[in-house]
Nanobody, 125 residues
Framework: VQLQASGGGLVQVGGSLRLSCGGT???????MGWFRQAPGKERECVAV????????YYAGSVKGRFTIAGDVAKNTVSLQMNSLRPEDTAIYYC????????????????????WGQGTLVTVSS
């Protein structure tokens, strides 16, 4: 599966951006999500959604500001980011896995098989 993310860019503090990701070239996915990596920091989980779309996971730092949505069975996911802060500046990566993939925990990179190329989000103050 090839994941292609888009929608990053430069935005001012308090602004909004919407990231999109689509997967092509393979079987349907079971879980999709977004991680991010800021300069000098480790990649961290931002939000994850399963095939049913119910009970998405959010990192505490983005809860209430970001919304993940999509049709995982059709290999599409988006991330609506509102009230952006300078600390949200990072490269955002779309990620996904198929059903029955070994689970190391929702926040663990090892739990995910497929990764997009990343899209840069810069929040300026």
């Amino acid at each position: 599966v090839q994941l292609q993310a888009s929608g990053g860019g430069l935005v001012q503090v308090g602004g909004s951006l919407r990231l999109s990701c689509g997967g092509t070239g393979g079987a349907s996915l079971h879980t999709m999500g977004w991680f991010r990596q800021a300069p000098g920091k480790e990649r961290e989980c931002v939000a994850v959604i399963g095939w049913s779309g119910s009970s998405p996971y959010y990192a505490g730092s983005v809860k209430g500001r970001f919304t993940i949505a999509g049709d995982v069975a059709k290999n599409t996911v988006s991330l609506q980011m509102n009230s952006l802060r300078p600390e949200d500046t990072a490269i955002y990566y779309c990620t996904a896995k198929r059903r029955f993939t070994r689970n190391y925990g929702i926040e663990d990179l090892k739990s995910y098989t497929y990764w997009g190329q990343g899209t840069l989000v810069t929040v300026s103050s």
